[in-house]
Nanobody, 126 residues
Framework: QVQLAESGGGSVQAGGSLRLSCVAS????????MGWFRQGPGNEREGVAF???????SYAASVKGRFTISQDNAKNTLYLQMNDLKPEDSAMYYC????????????????????WGQGTQVTVSS
């Protein structure tokens, strides 16, 4: 069982930055894929960024070049640095972890994950 707790969301103006954090506890396997999803009102949950055990990263086209995913294994913490935020980035952001393939640019579906955090809200105003 893995527990995930996100933090770092908030309200910013377009062009601003936020850094989301996700602290993981419980049974965490080093081979897990860790990632961030987001879900806006009326929208399906979509993959944003992922990192595998070998530190290979994958990004959605809409955030590539603006968002950076990283992890600190010593702190069991996953990060999402979000720069040049746009109003369309506004959503609830969720951290997820599981035995999912997420290397080489592949974006796994939400159904591949069974371990989720409660989410942190990001609101970007124009």
């Amino acid at each position: 069982q893995v527990q995930l707790a996100e933090s770092g969301g908030g309200s910013v103006q377009a062009g601003g930055s936020l850094r989301l954090s996700c602290v993981a506890s419980g049974t965490i396997y080093s081979a897990y894929c860790m990632g961030w999803f987001r879900q806006g009102p009326g929208n399906e949950r979509e993959g944003v960024a992922f990192i595998d055990s070998g530190t290979s990263t994958s990004y959605a086209a809409s955030v590539k070049g603006r968002f950076t995913i990283s992890q600190d294994n010593a702190k069991n913490t996953l990060y999402l640095q979000m720069n040049d935020l746009k109003p369309e980035d506004s959503a609830m952001y969720y951290c997820a972890a599981d035995w999912a393939y997420c290397s080489g640019g592949y974006l796994p579906a939400p159904t591949m994950f069974h371990n989720w955090g409660q989410g942190t809200q990001v609101t970007v105003s124009s």
